[in-house]
């Protein structure tokens, strides 16, 4: 059974940076699966934040690009999200993705 685990959320003011960090379990080595970060503001739908597909692609929500750099070392089960300049619209919980399988999540706040 597939296990991700997160963490580096944590509350931070205007400006600031987090990194987060997702690591994976119970995976097959050799089956290589695009990993992401989704976030979900209270109130609103989950929306895609970064994600690395299995070609190694990588996409940005617009909202976060030129802030937010995702990165996955290869053969490595962990993926990284760092996290600049952020704002009070990057509050949310932040989730872990990796083919049908999802963290439990981690709390990023952001205040002025």
């Known amino acids: 059974q597939v296990q991700l685990v997160e963490s580096g959320g944590g509350s931070v003011q205007v400006g600031g940076s987090l990194r987060l960090s997702c690591a994976a379990s119970g995976i097959n080595v050799a089956t290589n699966i695009g990993m992401g970060w989704y976030r979900q503001a209270p109130g609103k739908e989950r929306e895609l934040v970064a994600r690395?597909?299995?070609?190694?692609?990588?996409t940005y929500g617009d909202a976060v690009k030129g802030r937010f750099t995702i990165s996955k070392t290869i053969g490595e089960n962990k993926v990284y999200l760092q996290m600049n300049s952020l704002k009070p619209e990057d509050t949310g919980t932040y989730y872990c993705?990796?083919?049908?399988?999802w963290g439990q999540g981690t709390q990023v706040t952001v205040s002025s």
């Open positions: 690395v597909s299995n070609d190694r692609t990588i």
């Open positions: 993705n990796r083919g049908t399988s």
